[in-house]
């Protein structure tokens, strides 16, 4: 006899379902029924665990944040107490798996997409990229940058990331990912 799964394992195995459908389909593609049959449980069970596909959805942005988040303060942990290092790092993970995916990328730009024309995705878009930015702000001060200059450093640094990964994953033929490394390495020791 098989055992059930837990109400906490079915809400993951749910999010997990949502991220790949986003992946593979897009916004679009993202119905109840569609998540549901990529989880292998009946559609009702989206229902009872979220309240509906927007919940699901709002709960799989959330869920990919935080993995990139952890992904991003492991490589910090990693790169020992040294400021620069830490930031060098911080930066570096963004071109790297679990990050520079192109599976990822499908759900960011589905997600992405659902930001633009829905008020609470929006809002949900701009408190993880706050966090992203605030993150930033914190090692570039430790690094030395002043305090009046934190934020549009933050800005440059995150517009320059956010280019190079976005080209790394949709084209990874055209420059490789130690290349996105230094690339983005030269711009932080200008700073």
């Known amino acids: 006899m098989s055992k059930r799964a837990s109400p906490d394992d079915r809400r993951r195995d749910l999010i997990a379902a949502t991220v790949r459908v986003l992946a593979e389909r897009g916004a679009a593609g993202a119905s109840v029924r569609t998540i549901a049959a990529a989880a292998g449980v009946s559609p009702g069970l989206v229902t009872h665990h979220f309240g509906g596909v927007d919940r699901l959805v709002a709960a ?36 790297t798996p679990p990050i520079a995916d ?28 706050a966090a992203f930015r605030a993150r930033l702000e914190d090692l570039l001060g430790a690094c030395g940058v002043a305090a009046e200059r ?31 490394r230094r690339i983005a390495a030269d711009y932080l020791a200008g700073l």
């Not at 599976?103 to 008020?119: I, K, P």
């Not at 450093?153 to 055209?174: F, K, N, Q």
Request: charged letters at 15%; glycine letters at 6%.
């Open 60 to 95: 799989s942005y959330d869920h990919v944040a935080a993995q990139v988040a952890a992904a991003l303060e492991t490589a910090v942990a990693a790169a020992g107490p040294a400021p620069r290092a830490r930031l060098g790092a911080y930066v570096a993970a963004n071109f």
């Open 102 to 129: 192109p599976a990822l990328l499908a759900t960011w730009l589905a997600l992405w997409s659902l930001a633009r024309g829905d008020a609470a995705m929006l809002a949900r878009h701009e408190q993880h990229y």
């Open 150 to 180: 934190l934020r549009l450093t933050a800005i440059g640094v995150t517009a320059l990331v956010d280019g190079l990964w976005l080209e790394l994953c949709l084209s990874p033929d055209s420059f490789s990912a130690n290349e996105a």
